[in-house]
């Protein structure tokens, strides 16, 4: 049976904007195509996600159906840019939402994010990339993500330049490789927590 990846992009532009958050998500889910992974990408912003940290906020709140599709994945993806040196205020965002889901037990008392895998991805013409992944990888874990080896893929252009990742002529090889890595690895941990969930919470 194909797993199943859904891809947050947490782009402060709105579609059909240019994105390379949206870009390097994209390139993640072709990989994954090559271990049976469907995917779809969702584009946050382009949705009216509310502040907050309950399941459901109220008054056109569609954080609900964007949690329906994490659910129903085996591999989420989180794709970010880097805005003075930080995740940007969308991917937060969705950290907080997910928060919720802690209250959220199976039928054997385990959290609800057990048994699924997540990646982080990461953009940006400036410094930050590795703290964002670490603040990433923290709150996913806490929420009951696991995270695989090497599951993270990112992009660093050249400080106080122009230059974003979605303008280059070609992706470079070393993020090529990293990309593969993090959504061979992401696939491979999928399957093992498919078969074989987490112990039952006594």
């Known amino acids: 049976m194909s797993l199943r990846a859904v891809a947050l992009v947490c782009s402060l532009k709105p579609s059909p904007a240019p994105s390379s958050s949206d870009l390097i998500a994209h390139q993640l889910l072709d990989e994954l195509k090559n271990h049976d992974v469907v995917g779809e990408v969702v584009r ?10 309950e399941a459901d906020m109220g008054d056109g709140d569609e954080w609900p159906a964007l949690r329906r599709s994490i659910g129903e994945a085996d591999i989420l993806i989180v794709a970010t840019p880097t805005w003075m ?37 990461v953009v940006g013409n400036e410094d930050g990339a590795h703290k964002i992944v670490a603040d990433l ?9 696991s995270i695989p080896a090497q599951g993270c893929t990112y992009w660093n252009g ?3 330049q122009t230059v974003d990742y ?37």
């Open 85 to 121: 040196g930080h995740a940007s205020s969308v991917a937060h965002r969705v950290l907080e939402r997910l928060d919720a889901s802690l209250s959220e037990t199976d039928d054997q008392g385990r959290p609800a994010m057990f048994g699924k895998v997540a990646l982080a991805a």
């Open 137 to 145: 990888f923290q709150a996913l874990n806490d929420t009951g993500f």
């Open 158 to 160: 050249q400080a106080m």
């Open 44 to 53: 946050v912003v382009d949705h009216d996600v509310k502040p907050g940290v």
């Open 166 to 202: 979605n303008d280059l002529d070609e992706t470079p090889d070393a993020v090529k490789s990293t990309t593969a890595t993090a959504a061979r690895n992401a696939a491979h941990l999928a399957r093992l927590l498919r078969a074989e969930q987490y112990p039952p919470v006594s």
